[in-house]
Nanobody, 125 residues
Framework: VQLQASGGGSVQAGGSLRLSCAASGRTFSGNAMGWFRQAPGKEREFVAAVSWSGDDTGYADSVSGRFTISRDNAKNMVYLRMNSLKPEDTAVYYC???????????????????WGQGTLVTVSS
């Protein structure tokens, strides 16, 4: 079972990126999915989550209105569209599979059973 995050890179402030998370080894269509990030010297923090159906989403206050999480269950993919990027968004971004189909408690790392390897996003001012 593997979650492969991709799409990171370097971008100037105000720019956009789209992160992708590809699941292999099993389907996660019945699981809520989440994105987290970890900046150097800081703890991993919740960014966004989407329910198994895609109908419910949740965001950290710091990214609400700028980031959009979505999923394509037919392709076993999860996405994070990031607009209006700021230098403080610089971090390694991780996708993760929730053990539950809903986004309740989605901000808590302990509810996630599988984690991807991370993709680096660097935003310069």
């Amino acid at each position: 079972v593997q979650l492969q995050a991709s799409g990171g890179g370097s971008v100037q402030a105000g720019g956009s990126l789209r992160l992708s998370c590809a699941a292999s080894g099993r389907t996660f269509s019945g699981n809520a999915m989440g994105w987290f990030r970890q900046a150097p010297g800081k703890e991993r923090e919740f960014v966004a989550a989407v329910s198994w159906s895609g109908d419910d989403t949740g965001y950290a206050d710091s990214v609400s209105g700028r980031f959009t999480i979505s999923r394509d269950n037919a392709k076993n993919m999860v996405y994070l569209r990031m607009n209006s990027l700021k230098p403080e968004d610089t971090a390694v971004y991780y996708c993760a599979a929730n053990s539950s189909p809903s986004i309740m408690r989605a901000t808590m790392t302990r509810v996630y059973s599988y984690w991807g390897q991370g993709t680096l996003v660097t935003v310069s001012s």
